[in-house]
């Protein structure tokens, strides 16, 4: 071998020892960061019986709230995209609005989940979309589903979803009597989301406090009017965690001294 050749296979193997020897000592690769544009807190909020696609008028409210008090948190909303269908005549076509919901709901907190693992998100609903919001949170599908009816119905989601979801907000949620009344089944909160949940029913609400199925009443569209969509904000946005940058925690120490409207309220169910 001559002396050039034993100078190059000997270099080639101090570069192929070197290599080993960092990769060996090399920490693990990091973690991925969160895709771009990634938000803070994201909001799903489905929209009650026959009002037009989008968060309608309790959800406005408490999408408005939520994105005020958040502050300087970045907030991103997601409409559910369902019928939000008022034949109540034809439970098989109500059945499915409601089906529709829950799938489209879950998707989205799960893509979410995966796109964004660090964005909190708050999980609402006013309505037929508080009972969508509900059976998203069930931790099995009801049992009194017809077997016929079972591959029509998405799967719970994983648990872990819960992880990343900080709190469930209800208006108007139909009661367990209401939903009897039109052979739908009891809504059923998870139970690892039920310490996140606050179930808002608005004084004299025939759809949510247990009276015999009918139509809304004036009641049932107050949650604006009454400061229950700021309640609901103000629940919400105390389980964030602190703002990015903050040293403090979601609420002021005068916050804290206060006891929250929602604390003697009954837990959700």
């Known amino acids: 071998m001559s002396a050039r050749t034993a100078r190059i296979v000997g270099a080639a193997h101090l570069a192929g020892v070197t290599a080993l020897g960092a990769l060996a000592g090399a920490p693990p690769a990091a973690a991925q960061p969160p895709a771009p544009g990634c938000p803070d807190v994201q909001v799903v909020f489905a929209r009650g019986t026959g009002e037009p696609p989008g968060f309608g008028g309790v959800g406005q409210s408490f999408v408005d709230a939520v994105r005020a008090q958040a502050a300087p948190r970045s907030v991103d909303v997601y409409p559910v995209n369902y019928p939000a269908s008022a034949d ?11 089906i529709d919901g829950i799938r489209d709901a879950a998707d989205k907190i799960e893509a979410t989940a995966a796109t964004c693992p660090d964005t909190q998100i708050v999980l609402g609903g006013y309505s037929q ?27 719970p ?16 949620k139909p ?3 209401w939903l009897q009344d039109v052979g739908a089944p009891p809504i059923e909160i998870g139970p690892a989301y039920a310490d ?9 609400d025939t759809i949510c406090n247990g009276a015999p199925v009918g139509g809304p009443n004036f009641a049932h569209a107050s949650y604006p009017f009454t400061g229950l969509t700021n309640e609901g904000a103000a629940y919400a946005v105390a389980r964030l965690a602190a703002a990015p940058g903050s040293a403090g925690v979601a609420g002021s120490s005068e916050d804290a001294e206060q006891p929250a409207p929602w604390a003697e309220r009954a837990p959700a169910g």
């Open 157 to 172: 989601m994983p648990t872990e979803m819960a992880d990343h979801v900080a709190a469930v907000v209800l208006f108007g």
């Open 88 to 98: 109540f005549n034809n439970r098989i076509q109500f059945a499915q609005t409601v």
């Open 175 to 177: 009661s367990a009597r």
């Open 129 to 155: 979309g508080a009972a969508v919001a509900g059976f998203v949170t069930a931790a099995e599908i009801p049992p009194g589903i017809p077997a016929e009816y079972r591959h029509y119905i998405p799967d």
């Open 196 to 204: 996140k949940t606050l179930d808002l029913c608005a004084d004299g």
